[in-house]
Nanobody
Framework: QVQLVESGGGLVQAGGSLRLSCVGTGRSFSTYAMGWFRQAPGKEREFVAAINWSSDYTWYRYPVKGRFTISRDNAKNTVYLQMNSLKPEDTAVYYC????????????????????WGKGTLVTVSS
């Protein structure tokens, strides 16, 4: 069983920055690919970014590429999402998720490829 807890969300003005954190339990955290997803009101959950177990590879949804950076610290069982140049359309609940079966990770087209999820943290970007 893997538990994931996100933090770092909040209200920020357009153009501002936030850093989300996700702490995971379990000794095998370093072997999981990790991802960030988001869900805006009335919309489906969508992929944002992912990172493989060793941080060698990362993937990003096109609209956030160049603005968001995913990283991880396996010694702290933590994955991060640094979000810069935020836009009102980035407003959503952001979820951390783990893929325990494919350490190599990928661009996750389907959110149900992930095995475990956090409860989410709300990011609101005002214009």
């Amino acid at each position: 069983q893997v538990q994931l807890v996100e933090s770092g969300g909040g209200l920020v003005q357009a153009g501002g920055s936030l850093r989300l954190s996700c702490v995971g339990t379990g000794r095998s955290f370093s072997t999981y690919a990790m991802g960030w997803f988001r869900q805006a009101p009335g919309k489906e959950r969508e992929f944002v970014a992912a990172i493989n177990w060793s941080s060698d590879y990362t993937w990003y949804r096109y609209p956030v590429k160049g603005r968001f950076t995913i990283s991880r610290d396996n010694a702290k069982n933590t994955v991060y999402l640094q979000m810069n140049s935020l836009k009102p359309e980035d407003t959503a609940v952001y979820y951390c998720a783990a893929d325990t079966n494919h350490p190599s990770g990928s661009y996750y087209e389907d959110y149900y490829d992930m095995d475990y999820w956090g409860k989410g943290t709300l990011v609101t970007v005002s214009s």
